[in-house]
């Protein structure tokens, strides 16, 4: 089992930044692969970005490419999206998940994750 846990999240204008930080109770960290995801209310929970067991690769949702940035510390259990340039679409309920993935380095679909943290709020003023 392992318990995942965010923080970082908060109110921020348009334009502004934020790090989300999230971490892991996982024995062995770096056999998951890492993911973002976010739900705004009435939507349905959505990719955000990815990454792989070592951090060598990075997969991104063509709204936040160029904006937001997906690293990983193994040493300290965690996982972090460093969020620039904000616009109030990206207000949402900010998710980390964790994924064994099989053979694969990067996934990003909702299923294929196998635990996820309660998730930490984002809101974007205009």
């Known amino acids: 089992q392992v318990q995942l846990v965010e923080s970082g999240g908060g109110l921020v204008q348009a334009g502004g930044s934020l790090r989300l930080s999230c971490g892991a109770s996982?024995?062995?960290?770096?056999?998951?692969?890492m993911g973002w995801f976010r739900q705004a209310p009435g939507k349905e929970r959505e990719f955000v970005a990815a990454i792989s067991r070592s951090g060598g690769n990075t997969f991104y949702a063509d709204s936040v490419k160029g904006r937001f940035i997906i690293s990983r510390d193994n040493a300290k259990n965690t996982v972090y999206l460093q969020m620039n340039s904000l616009k109030p679409e990206d207000t949402a309920n900010y998710y980390c998940?964790?994924?064994?993935?099989?053979?694969?380095?990067?996934?990003?679909?909702?299923?294929?994750?196998?635990?996820w943290g309660q998730g930490t709020q984002v809101t974007v003023s205009s």
């Open positions: 998940a964790a994924s064994l993935a099989g053979a694969k380095n990067i996934v990003v679909t909702t299923p294929a994750y196998d635990y």
């Open positions: 996982a024995r062995t960290f770096s056999n998951y692969v």
